[in-house]
């Protein structure tokens, strides 16, 4: 079996990952880079106007062929381990004959980005795969495993061929919603792996104030208990973990979590794969704003809004009500707040990663609301990592999704070996 990456070796996102047997090739993840060669923010904007063979030649598309639109499949399939961009955002130049393998969870998601413009493609080619339960692509025999990562229904996978076994860990965690399942691993492994290719994702990165989602949470409890305060909450409508820490959260200090209706949708969307996902029609501590705008619209032109409407809440009752509501953060009801001089005595949480604060500080600064950061990170912490490559004892591991490969081997006690992007392994 041969092991090329073809992207992301060396840096976090644009994750892409060939496996070779015999004559049968399978790639996974194909995704967007999320820096340029400056390590400045990648410009996703490009790949809409930018022909393929430039985007080749640039290095953001990997050069390859037998994969592309115009171009006789030379892939059995591509394996998504999840819903993040970085992982499936070139997906839109891949022949629609190459399969996608993905999570439920993971193509729902996909969809509703797709649906509500945010992406400009979304694979129709599916298979769904099921947890646990191996399947055939190619020459490949691939188990898919459920992570804990902040994109929901996350998968990491067990690829299996000539007698060798590959585990991809894809991007994941230890301190989310979901620990369990790495407890599971660690106490149940994959066994006789020969490669580990393991996210390293956190190495260079300080874990924060809070370190898993219960600290969110209990944190997010301290904030809202008695004060007399409106907050303003920024955080993504697809972390369903955090949607949930923050529910719970309010449930805990008696106050209301008002959604938009995409994130209502979105909730909505999911509630088959899990029981935990709070809903729009859960009660007295969730409530759907119908702030208009283009995917209020959207929805409204596929009926789609009607149902949220039970548990619709007007600006004139969260006004009334400020001190006892959680406002989930979109541009537009900040505008309505801000316009309406409503944001006095207001506090933004804010609930994503701190790289991009920067870029939307001057937006709350100009109406004098405060800024607190309440977050956890979606990826492994650097002790989880070498718990878990330890549990695994594979005969050698390959670093992926980080800047700092070689540091690998300050922690990892089995064999590391780093490889660049497109050199191939041998395995
Ligand atoms: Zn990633
Ligand atoms: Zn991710």
Known sequence: MKLTIQRGA??????????????????IDFGLPLVDENKERFNSEIVKTIPKTE?????????????????????????????????????????????????????ELLD??????????????????????????????????????????????????????????GDFRGHGRKSVLFQKM????????TCLILEGSMLGRSKGLYQSEQ???????????????????????????????????????????????????ILDKLKGISANIPQYNWGKNIRVFFVPNTYTERMADNKKLFKFKSA?????????LRKKLVVKDTDLTRKIFSRKKDLVNTTLIYSLWSGYLPEIRFLWDSDN?????????????????????????????????????????????SEVRVVGDRETVDI
Not at 18 to 25: A, D, N
């Open 10 to 27: 060396k840096e976090i996102g644009g994750s892409c990952v060939e496996l070779q047997s015999g004559t049968s090739k399978i790639l």
């Open 55 to 107: 985007l080749i030649k640039n290095g953001v598309l990997p050069d390859i062929t037998g994969l592309y639109k115009d171009e006789n499949p030379a892939y059995d399939g591509i394996l998504l381990s999840h819903s993040h961009q970085d992982h499936y955002g070139l997906l839109s130049f891949v022949s629609p004959q190459v399969p996608v393998y993905l999570s439920e969870g993971c193509k």
């Open 112 to 169: 509703v980005s797709y649906f509500f413009g945010q992406t400009t493609f979304a694979p129709t080619n599916t298979v769904t795969l099921e947890k646990w339960k191996p399947c055939r692509v190619g020459a490949f025999t691939v188990t898919p495993y459920l992570v804990d990562h902040s994109a929901f229904d996350a998968l990491a996978f067990l690829i299996e061929a000539e007698g060798k076994r590959v585990f991809y860990s």
């Open 186 to 193: 660690l106490r149940d492994p994959p066994k006789n792996v």
């Open 215 to 265: 600290e969110v949470e209990d944190k997010l409890v301290e904030l809202l208990t008695n004060q007399e305060r409106l907050y303003f909450m920024a955080c993504s409508s697809q972390n369903i973990d955090r949607l949930v820490s923050i529910y719970k959260a309010c449930k805990r200090s008696n106050r209301v979590f008002v959604i938009d209706p995409y994130t209502a949708y």
């Open 312 to 320: 619709k809440i007007t600006y004139e009752q969260m006004k009334e």
């Open 369 to 413: 609301v405060p800024i607190v950061e309440v977050h956890c990170s979606g990826h492994i912490y650097t002790e989880n990592m070498q718990e878990f490559a330890k549990a695994i004892a594979p005969e050698f591991t390959v670093p992926i999704h980080t800047f700092f490969p070689e540091r690998y081997s300050e922690f990892l006690r």
